[in-house]
């Protein structure tokens, strides 16, 4: 059984900080490459960071230099590290393989609430 189990998420003001962290369960996801995504209101998820198994990772433009997303294998948790943070931010944050495991059927975790008040 594999599930993903996201915290960490606040009320924080303009420029704050956050940490995310996200529990998978499920051996499974030792192997994949694991991605943040967040969905704001009336828009799309997208996927905003990811990290390989082997510790690459990759940003989408507008959280270049502002996010860090790391990987704690003895604990089977990935992070997402959020500074600098902007309204825009706003969102619902999420964390799953990259692409999704399960494609549309995906099961996702209840995510966690960013809200970045200016």
């Known amino acids: 059984q594999v599930q993903l189990v996201e915290s960490g998420g606040g009320l924080v003001q303009v420029g704050g900080s956050l940490r995310l962290s996200c529990a998978a369960f499920?051996?499974?996801?030792?192997?994949?490459?694991m991605g943040w995504y967040r969905q704001a209101p009336g828009k799309m998820r997208e996927l905003v960071a990811s990290?390989?198994?082997?510790?690459?990772?990759n940003y989408v433009d507008f959280v270049k230099g502002r996010f860090t997303i790391s990987r704690d294998y003895a604990k089977d948790t990935v992070y997402l590290q959020m500074n600098s943070l902007k309204p825009e931010d706003t969102a619902v944050y999420y964390c799953?393989?990259?692409?999704?495991?399960?494609?549309?059927?995906?099961?996702w975790g209840q995510g966690t609430q960013v809200t970045v008040s200016s």
């Open positions: 799953h393989t990259v692409p999704p495991l399960g494609g549309t059927d995906a099961n």
């Open positions: 499920g051996s499974v996801f030792r192997l994949m490459t």
């Open positions: 990290i390989t198994n082997f510790g690459s990772t």
